[in-house]
């Protein structure tokens, strides 16, 4: 079933989730606007687009309170990179204990993996993560209780001979990547056809419990 990553689109193939950043590198307002001009364009379940962003250039106020939620595996390299950026999540109708969008994590995902590609197109390196106290984020920016901070994501320019590692000597990403055959739980043969139970239908067992990488 595996076969050669050439095909990929290089945004794809070439993505790195950088812990160095050059910390000179400064993101100008347009790139910025069109990173997120890009997570606005994810699908989203009825369009219900149940994501929002909390956005901070390095030495900001918006960035200065985004470093002071970091946890200390975090702060050893994030505050380096151009921008933090919180990521928010809809999960409740306004004033109500209602379920905005059974999906609205997955929406929000996809709406920064949406940012991620288009920063790679302009050169730019991602690095998502949750290393922050999200209870910090929603009170230092007022996020009202229906709203949820989900995650963070550094965004720079990578830097160094080995941007994937962190000053600390920690690996946060690496590029190895785990099989199509490990990566599919069931899939038909080429070929088969019919019902369940068919010749040629296939399944693996369940994978085993691990970190993913970046």
């Known amino acids: 079933m595996d076969t050669s990553r050439d095909e990929l689109l290089p945004l794809l193939a070439d993505r790195v989730s950088a812990s160095s950043f050059d910390p000179d590198h400064v993101l100008d307002p347009s790139s910025l606007d069109l990173l997120l001009q890009a997570a606005g364009t994810a699908p989203s379940a009825g369009n219900s687009q149940p994501w ?10 918006v960035h200065d309170r985004l470093v002071d939620s970091l946890a200390g595996s975090t702060r050893a390299w994030a505050p380096a990179a151009s921008v933090l950026i919180a990521n928010l999540a809809q999960v ?12 609205s994590r997955y929406d929000l995902g996809q709406a920064v993996a949406h940012l991620t590609v288009q920063a790679a197109a302009l050169g730019l390196s991602v690095h ?13 920016f007022d996020v009202a209780p229906h709203w949820e901070v989900t995650s963070m994501a550094a965004v720079g320019v990578a830097f160094g001979a080995t941007p994937r590692v962190a000053p600390t000597g920690h690996a946060s990403s690496t ?5 199509l055959t490990a990566i599919t739980w069931a899939r038909a043969a080429p070929g088969s056809a019919g019902a369940s139970g068919a010749p040629g239908r296939t399944r693996r067992a369940a994978p085993t419990r691990g970190r993913p990488t970046a």
């Open 52 to 61: 929002s962003f909390i956005v901070g250039h390095r030495g900001d106020w």
């Open 92 to 103: 409740h109708v306004e004033d109500s204990d209602l379920e905005y969008s059974e999906f």
């Open 128 to 140: 998502q993560f949750r290393g922050f106290d999200r209870s910090a984020v929603a009170d230092a």
């Open 175 to 179: 590029p190895e990547r785990r099989s």
